[in-house]
């Protein structure tokens, strides 16, 4: 009785898909048309587009370092000196700049602005040595040369 029950419930769902009561339709492969012969296409009014993509130097802010770097500048200029150079009586002046990502008044900040700090530092570090003409290395950095060097001779 299920058997019956099923296929005539297959056989109505069969008949009532395929009522095609003589339209042509886009399933049948006889209505293929060329899509210019009964198409026309309509043409859509978009909004006006008022985006403005030329450089405003208003709206551009200049970063805290690069006002330190300004403000420096001007006060070293003052005294015959500059920035980033070996000055004639033999003194440096390097800016070593790192940020903070946690704001001040949240847990870690402390510790966060210590790091930066250690960062910055580093930098201005690296940047006299590079000044000076210093090749630093390390322990760690000539292990991996010397182990590189070692397994190129196998290949």
């Not at 210019?36 to 993509?53: C, M, N, Q, R, Y």
């Not at 402390?110 to 290395?137: C, D, M, P, W, Y």
Request: hydrophobic fraction near 35%.
């Amino acid at each position: 009785m299920k058997k019956y029950l099923l296929i005539f419930l297959c056989l109505g769902i069969n008949f009532s898909c395929s009522n095609n009561s003589g339209k042509k339709t886009d399933t049948s492969a006889n209505n293929i048309e060329a899509e210019g012969a009964s198409t026309s296409i309509k043409a859509v009014e978009h909004f006006p587009v008022s985006e403005d993509l030329s450089l405003d130097n208003s709206v551009i802010i200049d970063l805290p370092s690069d006002k330190l770097t300004e403000s420096v500048t001007a006060k070293l200029s003052r005294d015959g000196k500059s920035l980033n150079t070996v000055n004639s009586d033999g003194s440096v002046y390097i800016i070593g700049t790192a940020s903070t990502g946690i704001p001040v008044n949240s847990n870690g900040f402390i510790t966060s602005r210590n790091i930066a700090f250690s960062k910055a530092e580093l930098r201005a570090k690296v940047q006299l040595l590079r000044l000076t003409g210093e090749v630093i290395t390390s322990e760690r950095n000539s292990a991996l040369i010397s182990r590189c060097k070692r397994e190129s001779y196998f290949y």
